[in-house]
C-alpha cells in the first residue's frame, strides 16, 4: 500500500488540504496528516480546527511514497519557517519520491532553493515570491518528474487526481467513476 504524508501548518486552506486527502483515501493510498504545531490541532485559513494523526516533530517520516503541501495563508508562510518541513520536502524530491504543492506552497519550496529549475503552477499572488527560480506556468496542475503543483483551491480536485496517478495509475478510472467525474 502507497504511503502519503499531508503536513499540516496553521492557515493551511482547508480544501487543499482535504480535497486531495479524500481523494488519495479513494484511492487506496494510506494517508497520515502532520501537525507543524507542538500539539495534534491545526486551524485552517477559515479557522476550521482539524485534528492531524500525528506531530511532524514526533519522528524522521522518511519512510513513506510521497509528502504533499497545501497552500493556503498564512499555511505556505508557516511551512516555509519549518525547518524539518522542508528538509523533508527537499528530502523527497531528492530521493525520487512524490513531492507535491498547491496554491502558495510551491513557492516556499521556491523561496528554500528546493524546486530550482523545476516546471511549476502556483497561485497567481505568489508568482513574484518565485522569481527565476522555476518556469511558472499558467495550468491548474503540473508535472514534472515527481514534483506535482496545482495553482489554488479551485484545482483541489484536479491535483488530488493527479497524485493518485502518479501512485497508483490503475486505480484512477475506478476513483473517477466513483466521484462521478467524466473525461
Known amino acids: 500500500m502507497k504511503k502519503v504524508y499531508v503536513l499540516l501548518a496553521d492557515g493551511f486552506e482547508t480544501i487543499e488540504a ?3 486527502t479524500d481523494i488519495m483515501l479513494r484511492a487506496g493510498i494510506k494517508v497520515e496528516t502532520l501537525s507543524l504545531n507542538e500539539g495534534l490541532e491545526v486551524a485552517s485559513a477559515h479557522n476550521i480546527k482539524v485534528k492531524a494523526d500525528k506531530l511532524l516533530s514526533s519522528e524522521d517520516f522518511k519512510d513513506a ?28 524530491l531528492e530521493s525520487g519520491k512524490l513531492l507535491g504543492a498547491i496554491c502558495g506552497a510551491p ?8 524546486i530550482d529549475g523545476k516546471n511549476v503552477t502556483l497561485h497567481f499572488s505568489c508568482y513574484n515570491l518565485v522569481g527565476n527560480s522555476c518556469t511558472i506556468h499558467d ?32 486505480k ?3 476513483v473517477k467513476k466513483a466521484m462521478t467525474i467524466k473525461d
Do not use: C, H, Q, W
Not at 511514497?65 to 528530502?91: Q, R, V
Open 18 to 20: 482535504l480535497a486531495p
Open 65 to 92: 511514497d510521497g509528502i504533499f503541501l497545501p497552500g493556503g495563508y498564512p499555511g505556505y508562510e508557516n511551512l516555509l519557517k519549518s525547518d524539518k518541513a522542508m528538509n523533508l520536502a527537499k528530502y523527497y
Open 107 to 114: 513557492s516556499s519550496l521556491a523561496r528554500k532553493g528546493i
Open 139 to 170: 495550468k491548474p496542475v503540473v508535472v514534472d518528474g515527481n514534483l506535482i503543483t496545482g495553482s489554488g483551491a479551485g484545482y483541489s480536485i484536479d491535483l488530488g487526481l493527479a497524485l493518485v496517478n502518479y501512485l497508483v495509475p490503475e
Open 172 to 174: 484512477l478510472a475506478d
